[in-house]
């Protein structure tokens, strides 16, 4: 006696039941420990993030806008002016060379206030120096401890 079924739908069922198990094997392999859920977590974690000037919601605020006192000249060289200004990256007038500052501080302390606050257009010194969390202040505080040094 032939079967009721012809051959397609016969190899169709097989191949669907076969899916069948395999999707069911497949949920238990999901099932993942903690420590196998934070190993995956701190592999696939961001190296960094992106912060707007102003955005309190990432990275470390300033601490003018933390509520807390603002950081000296000297701790915000440290922080973000000395990569440039020890090295002389990008042209940057070294800290202490009195000759690379002179005509800058003839500029005024104003002047110098303001390519710390904005940067200055056709060199590498962007605004703020790329201290995204320092207050005006501060970068301010910063230009002049400079300015102090390099008399």
Avoid at 5 to 32: D, G, H, N, Q
């Amino acid at each position: 006696m032939r079967a009721c079924f012809p051959k397609e739908s016969v190899m169709t069922r097989i191949v669907l039941a076969c899916l069948a198990l395999f999707a069911a094997a497949s949920v238990a392999a999901v099932e993942l420990t903690d420590t196998q859920r934070d190993a995956i977590s701190e592999r696939i974690r961001p190296v960094g993030e992106s912060c707007m000037d102003g955005d309190a919601s990432c990275g470390a605020p300033s601490a003018a806008a933390a509520g807390g006192a603002a950081r000296s000249g000297e701790d915000v060289y440290n922080a973000a002016c000395l990569a440039c200004h020890t090295t002389g990256a990008g042209g940057a007038p070294m800290l202490g060379d009195a000759a690379a500052w002179a005509d800058r501080i003839a500029k005024g302390t104003d002047a110098l206030h303001d390519s710390g606050l904005n940067g200055v257009a056709g060199t590498a010194m962007m605004a703020k120096g790329g201290c995204v969390n320092c207050s005006e202040e501060e970068i301010t505080a910063a230009v002049d401890f400079m300015i102090e040094r390099s008399q």
